[in-house]
């Protein structure tokens, strides 16, 4: 195995996403990193998931939705929540929401395929360490909410995977507890199968 890449695995850390500035990948980059994204497992070759970007002033624009939908959600809800939600696309350079796209085959069952966004996600984010970018896969209540995930124009089967937000670490972040491998592993053998 590569030691750079072990090293680059061991090490990769998430930076919450108002800690993220810039700068953000620019477009060759993103294009590098969305490539590396989509080379997860994909039983069947069904590739059932996508990618929707946010850059520049989209994010901005998206962010009206969310205040949008936060008022029809809250009607009492006050201007420092709205200007909040307003404001949730502008904490990193770049935002990808990851789709999960289940496509209906008998030969690859929908848990498989979810698998797949859910790797995508991931590989957008080793991908973008690897780059120099740090980056952070949320969902937060948006993810859920039925007029957000219209103006992404989800259709029915669709979900947002996670929200991947991607820019230069402001901050180093601090290690938090990993599991224990030794609680979390054991090995299989015939005589414990009573």
Known sequence: ???TALNLLLARRSVVANKLG???PDAQQLRQILTAAARVPDHKKLVPWRFI????G???A???VLADACKSNE????ETRLETEAGRF???PVVVAVI?????NPGAPEWEQVLSAGAACQNLLIAANAAGFSGQWITEWYAYDKQVCAALGLQESERVAGFVYIGTALEKPEERDRPNLDEITLSWTPEGRD
């Open 100 to 104: 999960s796209s289940p496509v209906d």
């Open 53 to 56: 970007l946010f850059e520049g």
């Open 75 to 78: 009607p009492d809800a006050g």
């Open 62 to 64: 998206f962010g009206q």
């Open 22 to 24: 810039v700068p953000g």
């Open 58 to 60: 989209a994010r901005d």
């Open 90 to 92: 502008l904490r990193a």
């Open 1 to 3: 195995m590569s030691e």
